[in-house]
C-alpha cells in the first residue's frame, strides 16, 4: 500500500520552482562521498559518474536524481517535508557541480592525476560543508551573482516600483514582497514583517512571472521597501 503523501505541502516532481531544504543536502552527501572516493583511489570514472548523475537530474527532473527519489521515497515520509526553499540556488551549486567533477575526469583521463585528484577533493569539500552544516557554497555564489548583475537591470539592486504594476495602492514605507506559495522563507519573513507593524503587498512569483522578470528576482523571498512614488528606501530581504 503506497504511503501517503499528506504530510507534504509541495509535490517534490511537479513543483520543481521549490525544493525541500534537506533534499540537495543528502544529494550533496553522496557527491561529497563518491568525488572524495575519487580523489583517493584515483578512479576516473567516479567523478564522472557523479557528473553525469548531477546533469541527468538538472536535464530529464529529480526523478533522475538517485539520491534526491532516496530523501523523497524513503526518508522524507519519516521525517516530514523540511522547509521549502527556491530551487535555483542548489541547481547552480549542482551545475557548478557537473563542470568541476567532469573537469577533474577529464584530467584524469588526460595522465593529470594531481589536478583531477585536486578537484574531485574540491567538491568533495564543498559537498560535505553542505551535507553536514546546510552552507551551500554554489548557492551563495548564485544568490550573490543575482544581487550583482541586478537580473536584467544593471544595477545592483532594485531601484523603483511602478506603482501601476499595484493599481497605484503603494504608500510611504510599504514593502513589496516577491514570494512563492511554497516557499517556507517568504511566509516566514512576512509573517516579521506584519508583526512589526509593516505594511506588506507580495508578488506571487508563480502567478506573477512577468513581475518576477520586470524586476529581475533571482531569488525569492526578496523584499524592499518602497516610497508612494515607488522609489525603493531599503531592501529588506
Not at 11 to 22: G, H, L, N
Not at 66 to 84: H, I, M, N, S
Not at 99 to 110: D, H, N, Q, R
Not at 169 to 194: G, I, K, N, Y
Request: aromatic share 6%; with cysteine.
Amino acid at each position: 500500500m503506497p504511503a501517503s503523501r499528506s504530510y507534504r505541502h509541495a509535490d517534490p516532481y511537479r513543483d520543481t520552482d521549490v525544493i525541500d531544504a534537506r533534499a540537495p543536502r543528502v544529494n550533496q552527501l553522496v557527491v561529497g562521498l563518491v568525488a572524495l572516493a575519487g580523489a583517493l583511489t584515483g578512479l576516473w570514472w567516479l567523478p564522472a559518474l557523479m557528473a553525469l548523475q548531477l546533469a541527468l537530474g538538472l536535464t530529464l527532473g529529480r526523478r533522475w536524481c538517485l539520491a534526491c527519489v532516496a530523501y523523497f521515497e524513503l526518508l522524507q515520509p519519516r521525517l516530514g517535508e523540511g522547509p521549502l526553499e527556491d530551487s535555483r540556488p542548489p541547481r547552480f551549486a549542482n551545475l557548478v557541480g557537473v563542470v568541476v567533477l567532469g573537469g577533474s575526469a577529464l584530467a584524469y583521463l588526460a595522465g593529470f592525476a594531481a589536478a583531477g585528484a585536486a578537484l574531485a577533493l574540491l567538491v568533495a569539500a564543498l559537498a560535505l560543508l553542505s551535507a553536514a552544516t546546510g552552507f551551500c557554497t554554489g548557492c551563495q555564489i548564485y544568490k550573490l551573482a543575482a544581487r550583482i548583475r541586478g537580473l536584467g537591470r544593471g544595477h545592483g539592486h532594485i531601484e523603483r516600483i511602478e506603482p501601476a504594476d499595484f493599481g497605484g495602492t503603494l504608500r510611504l514605507q510599504m514593502v513589496v514582497q516577491f514570494t512563492h506559495p511554497l516557499c517556507s522563507d517568504c511566509h516566514r519573513l512576512e509573517r516579521e514583517l506584519r508583526a512589526a507593524g509593516r505594511d506588506v503587498i507580495t508578488v506571487d512569483v508563480r502567478s506573477r512571472p512577468e513581475l518576477a522578470r520586470k524586476y529581475g528576482v533571482g531569488v525569492v523571498p526578496t523584499a524592499v521597501a518602497v516610497d508612494a512614488s515607488g522609489t525603493v528606501l531599503a531592501r529588506l530581504a
